[in-house]
């Protein structure tokens, strides 16, 4: 089983920041194709930063503010959030497959991924 486990999440005010991580378990590691994703409520969840064989990916909303990253000696894949908006508050996840990376496209679909993180909730006050 591929487990992994986010944190990082918090409270802040507009302007400041936040630094995501997503872990991978002891009998696991992080993949080619790793994702963050966020869902608000009443929305769907959107890919807001990928990892695809090196690449880097930004959804439009974040480009310039949010920076993906990988430490494969930890294990571990960061999401670093700058300058955060109120409407940046959701609940967010990371993910990864198994298999299939090279099909894989951006923007990433959650439905293309396989494996799941529990959630790391992030609110943006004004």
């Known amino acids: 089983q591929v487990q992994l486990v986010e944190s990082g999440g918090g409270s802040v005010q507009a302007g400041g920041s936040l630094r995501l991580s997503c872990a991978a378990s002891?009998?696991?590691?992080?993949?080619?194709?790793v994702g963050w994703f966020r869902q608000a409520p009443g929305k769907e969840r959107e890919g807001v930063a990928g990892?695809?064989?090196?690449?880097?990916y930004y959804a439009d909303s974040v480009r310039g503010r949010f920076t993906i990253s990988r430490d494969n000696a930890k294990n571990t894949v960061y999401l670093q959030m700058n300058s955060l908006k109120p409407e940046d508050t959701a609940m967010y996840y990371c993910?990864?497959?198994?298999?299939?990376?090279?099909?894989?496209?951006?923007?990433?679909?959650?439905?293309?991924?396989?494996?799941w993180g529990q959630g790391t909730q992030v609110t943006v006050s004004s």
């Open positions: 002891q009998y696991t590691y992080v993949r080619d194709c």
């Open positions: 993910a990864t497959v198994t298999r299939g990376c090279y099909s894989v496209s951006w923007p990433f679909r959650p439905a293309d991924f396989n494996y």
């Open positions: 990892l695809k064989y090196g690449g880097t």
